[in-house]
């Protein structure tokens, strides 16, 4: 399988390289089994993430949509039925996880996915949600994407975005293999330094450290009591496998 922690260093268009080999060769073509549905622990991940996009989804309505990274489309899932009439744009840069989607989702008038680098990503307009699954983590130039961040999202509009915690488990010297990965507090500075307002932090995915092969449901109970508390970003928070990060652009 392609080393993920490796790619967190490489740049973009060599991230939809990885994709490309690990979903065809490793992934056997079938990304989104392997990815959230072959074990347990994958299981309860998928659940959790399900529960918690689900429930910020309920505080956001939207017309127009912008998802980066969407794979074969398992959160597209419920930004589609949060919305059907919605029109949703998906940019990834892989055209594997383009074919995975196809195999997955039956095809709609009002989606559109687009294989691209999203820095070179130009919308004719801004949308009125950005949405984010486990993508940023990659981008190579990350103050460059949260600048360009600010042009996806019209005033008024809301983001989501759903990243992992660089601090989660057994403290390890560094963050070597973690660098890609965006701490709360960096995450929170670098939105509102380009302009969003009401940034928000909740839980997405809990593993307990050295345990989470074996306390999958102890976790997904966990989240289901904290889905709606707000979390200490000043915190380690090293229960927070992955968390989300909801925000609002100004009127």
Do not use: C
């Amino acid at each position: 399988m392609y080393n993920l922690e490796v790619m967190y260093t490489l740049k973009n268009k060599d991230i939809g390289t990885g994709y490309n080999a690990g979903v065809r060769e490793s992934y056997k073509n079938d990304y989104e089994f392997n990815r959230w549905f072959i074990r347990s622990r994958n299981r309860a991940e998928y659940t959790m993430t399900y529960q918690a996009i689900s429930e910020r989804l309920k505080e956001t309505n939207f017309s127009t949509a912008l998802e980066l990274g969407p794979g074969p489309g398992t959160w597209t899932r419920l930004l589609h039925r949060k919305n059907q009439n919605a029109e949703l744009q998906l940019v990834d840069i892989s055209e594997a996880m383009k074919e995975q989607f196809e195999l997955e989702m039956r095809e709609l008038p009002n989606v559109t996915y687009t294989v691209t680098d999203i820095m070179e990503y130009a919308p004719s307009e801004p949308y009125e949600l950005f949405f984010s699954s486990r993508a940023v983590e990659y981008l190579d130039d990350k103050p460059g994407f949260f600048k360009k961040l600010g042009t996806f999202v019209k005033a008024g509009g809301n983001g989501m975005i759903v990243t992992k915690n660089p601090y989660h488990g057994i403290r390890k010297s560094g963050l070597d293999a973690h660098q890609g990965q965006i701490p709360m507090p960096e995450m929170k500075r670098m939105l509102e330094d380009n302009g969003f307002v009401d940034v928000a932090f909740y839980p997405a995915v809990v593993r307990i450290p050295i345990l989470s092969r074996l306390t999958s449901e102890v976790a997904e109970y966990i989240l289901e009591k904290n889905l709606n508390q707000q979390l200490n970003i000043n915190a380690t928070n090293r229960t927070i496998e992955s968390y989300v990060v909801t925000f609002t652009k100004p009127a």
